[in-house]
């Protein structure tokens, strides 16, 4: 015999958006924190700052101020997902039909019915109960989904009663209906290896890694393993003997430092063509210097990343291959940027002061500014679009081109919506609901071959006739030489603004030092907001290929972030190599449209 336990459940819909709570019920309904920790990382979701309630054991709680207008109070401190709230689809990371507590027992509904009181009855049984009276069936969901707390975003669970017509028998498995629509152009179940740089952002990388990501991706059902780097150039190692059958993503919980590792390991395989056309690789923020992140999921915050992480599509990007003597045999690969100058000096040259956190480099830049120093160097380019009215073409037809293929219709506004608390998820959502954002050569399908690893210039041969050597005027002078292909170099530092993920470019910025301190000061505080490029006093192009000659006795060139002899450099670019992933199909908007229109 069956025994019955009475627990009322909420009703909801799909639309287009997301699952819509129909009915509000009267009850609270408390959502389940299914995240798994490490014991050693600590307490993450500590409820609200404000005090005024505290959590059951095992039981996580909506509270007012980590919500947004949508989230309502009962009596208890509980909250309750109001009518018409929409669970965007962007935000669902799993979903279970809830088999084990089997038929529902509906009610007969008339069509304003917004407040239906439905009793699950917990039996034995199993399967699903059909309403004849209008084909739809109830469906019993654990919806899993994240839910901004604080700073974060956080995995929670809530069971639903969902109202849905089968559109055919296929689709009668409701869990895998919803998982498609929120992981619409995203590769689900995916085989990660993360990879964790325990001295990574000042020791907090591992900690960042299991109280910020590791819940939602638990939560979300993925199959991951980790690595820790145990030593510098660790990661080349673990990405060159990779299991590439194994795995089709790695994850680095880092800085930049470890993808730029994993990128050059794959890269030394003998068969990186198939390593090139299976792996992902993408960054956890947990370092100091986080620009992947920034560029490619648009947000340096652990946990948001994680969910593009899960959510955002593969895609195919540009990366840059670096020569120099020093390394004839193995050229280097380089997805961030190559700097010599005054940034480069303050990059590598303050690591002694690396305590001190990102502020470091401001003071190295300062203090090298304020001494006047010069690098004086030759520098031999390959435009790909050379003036100023050339960069705005340039940047336009790409960016055109990707508006076009990526961007989704805006999502409907006439229903209270969990997202609307942070501007970040809308993209997330659109990126997910949008029937329009599928591109025309997803990574996916996009396959390279041993051709596209292939240099079109040597080092050893002479600059080629269509090359253009920048006026010695600029270059013996030479302050800040700076060529990279993601938009942030850093929290807060849009170096490059007109940068593209698969323009075939390079984004080049050359400042000399015959421009005052007095001007380059307010040149340098204008890094965050890009304008710096538009400075008459800034040599701002696109170019595919550059050689550097520096001539001064000391110094360094440094590669993303890490630290290179001081050689002849050339770079040139390799079009579309890298697999990551990027929400929305494009990296962070820069608003550098906004900056040619002014
Ligand atoms: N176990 C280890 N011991 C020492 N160095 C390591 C170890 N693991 C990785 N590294 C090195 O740490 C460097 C920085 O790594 P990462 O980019 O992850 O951290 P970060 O905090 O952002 O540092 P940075 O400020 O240099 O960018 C890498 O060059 C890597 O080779």
């Not at 050339?570 to 990296?587: A, C, D, F, H, I």
Request: proline share 6%; hydrophobic share 35%; aromatic share 8%.
């Amino acid at each position: 015999m069956s025994r019955f336990r009475l627990k009322p459940l909420p009703r909801a819909i799909l639309t287009d958006d997301g699952v819509l709570i129909k009915s509000q019920n009267a009850n609270p309904l408390s959502f389940h924190s299914n995240a798994l920790r490490d014991p050693d990382a600590g307490p993450d979701d500590k409820g609200c700052d404000d005090g005024t309630h505290e959590r059951g054991a095992g039981e996580s709680m909506f509270c007012l101020t980590c919500l947004s207008d949508s989230t309502n109070f009962d009596s208890n401190g509980r909250g309750i997902l109001p009518m018409n709230t929409v669970i965007p689809y962007g935000r669902i990371i799993n979903a279970h039909n809830v088999r084990s507590l089997g038929a529902t027992q509906t009610t007969k509904k008339s069509k304003q019915d917004t407040t239906i009181s439905t009793a699950l009855l917990a039996n034995d049984d199993d399967g699903l109960s059909m309403d004849l009276e209008n084909d739809a069936m109830d469906y019993v969901i654990d919806l899993v989904f994240v839910l901004p707390l604080e700073k974060n975003v956080v995995p929670r669970t809530v069971r639903l009663n969902i109202d849905y017509v089968p559109l055919s028998p296929a689709s009668s498995d409701l869990a895998e209906v919803i998982l498609k629509r929120s992981y619409k152009n995203a590769r689900r179940n995916k085989k990660m290896l993360v990879i964790i740089n325990p001295f990574g952002g000042k020791g907090q990388a591992k900690n960042l890694f299991f109280q910020r990501a590791a819940p939602i991706l638990d939560a979300s059902g993925s199959d991951y393993d980790i690595a820790y780097t145990e030593r510098s150039r660790h990661a080349v190692e673990i990405a060159e003997s990779l299991d590439i059958d194994k795995y089709d993503t790695i994850v680095c919980a880092s800085g930049d430092g470890i993808p730029y590792e994993v990128l050059n390991g794959l890269y030394r395989r003998i068969d990186r063509v198939a390593a090139f056309n299976k792996i992902v690789v993408t960054q956890l923020p947990c370092g100091s210097g986080n620009a992947m992140s920034i560029s490619c999921h648009w947000t340096m915050n652990t946990s948001y990343a994680a969910l593009c992480l899960l959510k955002s599509q593969e895609s195919r990007i540009d990366v840059m291959c670096c020569q120099q003597p020093s390394y004839s045999d193995q050229p280097r690969l380089s997805f961030l940027s190559q700097t010599y100058g005054i940034i480069a000096e303050s990059d590598i040259n303050t690591e002694f002061i690396r305590w001190m956190g990102p502020i470091r480099f401001n003071i190295g830049v300062a203090f090298n500014l304020l001494q006047g120093k010069t690098y004086a160097c030759d520098v031999y380019v390959k435009y790909a679009a050379k003036t100023k009215h050339d960069m705005k073409v340039h940047y336009l037809l790409h960016k055109k081109t990707a508006e076009l293929i990526f961007d989704s219709p805006p999502a409907s506004s006439s229903s209270a919506s969990l997202s609307q608390s942070n501007p970040l998820n809308e993209h997330l959502q659109s990126a997910s609901s949008s029937s329009l954002s599928t591109p025309p050569t997803p990574a996916q399908e996009s396959v390279i071959s041993s051709e596209d690893f292939n240099l079109k210039y040597s080092l050893s041969d002479p600059i080629p006739e269509e090359w253009e050597r920048l006026s010695s005027d600029i270059t013996d002078n030479l302050s800040i030489f700076y060529t990279g292909k993601m938009p942030y170099i850093a929290d807060k530092t849009k170096f490059f603004p007109a940068a593209l993920p698969a323009d075939g470019a390079i984004d080049l910025v050359i400042m000399n030092s015959t421009t005052s301190v007095r001007r380059m000061t307010p040149i340098l505080l204008s890094l965050d907001d890009g304008t710096h490029v538009m400075q008459p006093e800034v040599l701002h192009s696109k170019v595919s290929a550059f050689r550097l000659v520096p001539h001064i006795e000391e110094g360094l060139i440094s590669v993303d972030g890490e630290k290179f002899p001081l050689e002849p450099m050339q770079v040139e670019v390799l079009p579309s190599l890298v697999k990551t992933l990027l929400r929305n199909g494009s990296y962070i908007d820069t608003e550098f449209d906004t900056l040619l229109s002014t």
